[in-house]
């Protein structure tokens, strides 16, 4: 069964740094796509940040250059490094992972709308990102 679990979230000024963490169980991080997504209020679930299990890495145009996605395997634990935050990053963010291996680098941005997918995509609770 697996289980994921994000902390790190909180609030910071426009302008500054978070780092978000999405602890592991019943998965092993090094076999599939993981990634990182957001909603916020009203809106539709996004991307944000996903990586292979070659370790490539892609973003949404939105944060690229600010947020640096990376795993620790040791720890079967995800980070997402967000700086230089906005306040349209105000959201809840989420952590996945493609357990049956569906999906491939990018394309898991699709995640929270690909129908096919469903099955294979876990998704943690979420974690609080206040930008103001």
């Known amino acids: 069964h697996v289980q994921l679990v994000e902390s790190g979230g909180g609030s910071v000024q426009a302008g500054g740094s978070l780092r978000l963490s999405c602890a592991a169980s019943?998965?092993?991080?090094?076999?599939?796509?993981m990634g990182w997504f957001r909603q916020a209020p009203g809106k539709e679930r996004e991307g944000v940040a996903v990586?292979?299990?070659?370790?490539?890495?892609s973003y949404e145009d939105y944060v690229k250059g600010r947020f640096i996605i990376s795993k620790d395997r040791a720890k079967n634990t995800l980070y997402l490094q967000m700086r230089d935050l906005e306040p349209e990053d105000t959201a809840m963010y989420y952590c996945?992972?493609?357990?049956?291996?569906?999906?491939?680098?990018?394309?898991?941005?699709?995640?929270?709308?690909?129908?096919?997918?469903?099955?294979?995509?876990?998704w943690g609770r979420g974690t609080q990102v206040t930008v103001s």
């Open positions: 996945a992972a493609d357990v049956e291996g569906i999906f491939v680098g990018a394309g898991f941005f699709s995640a929270p709308v690909a129908q096919w997918g469903r099955r294979s995509v876990r």
């Open positions: 990586i292979d299990t070659d370790g490539s890495t």
């Open positions: 019943g998965y092993t991080y090094n076999r599939n796509c």
